[in-house]
């Protein structure tokens, strides 16, 4: 009796993990796909040092560390287009128009590939949006990641 048991166990076992017994529509059938998460991962950088560098950049703009913020920018920062400004006297242009709160807001926006930059907010990556408000660009320059860009217009 021991020996039947045993074989229908087996058997069971086998047979049921063969396919054999599977309908035909559930082989047709594809996994469900989250289009909107596609869309997140081809948009933001999941790159390491990435989001290694965009966490220490969100740190020195909220405590406003100007030395910390010029060792990961660019020497001609733009930071303004009109007049076109770049370089130094980005600080003090940030003080005198209260910006840091902007650019903090900005920094938390999701990035998007535009080029050979990674932005944000995502709108401006988007050309048929014709979008002028603030953004920042950052991209990799001599193998490391570097703000380039904090502009309106």
């Known amino acids: 009796m021991k020996k039947i048991f045993f074989f229908f166990l087996v058997s069971a076992l086998a047979l049921g993990g063969c396919g054999m017994f599977q309908s035909k529509n559930s082989k047709d059938k594809k996994p469900a796909v989250n289009k909107r998460a596609d869309a997140k991962l081809r948009d933001e950088n999941s790159d390491v040092d990435f989001q290694a560098f965009l966490g220490r ?16 920018m660019t020497e001609n920062f733009g930071y303004s287009l009109n007049p076109d400004k770049s370089g130094d006297g980005v600080f003090k242009y940030w003080d005198e128009n209260g910006l840091w709160t902007e650019l903090d807001a900005i920094l938390t926006e999701r990035f998007a590939k535009k080029g050979e930059y990674w932005v944000a907010p995502p709108q401006f990556a988007d ?22 860009y904090f502009v309106n217009g």
Request: aromatic share 10%.
């Open 127 to 148: 050309e048929s949006l014709n979008y002028t408000g603030y953004r920042v660009g950052i991209r990799r320059v001599s193998g490391s990641w570097k703000f380039v």
């Open 57 to 72: 950049l969100k740190k020195a703009v909220a405590a406003h560390d100007a030395s910390t913020l010029a060792s990961m």
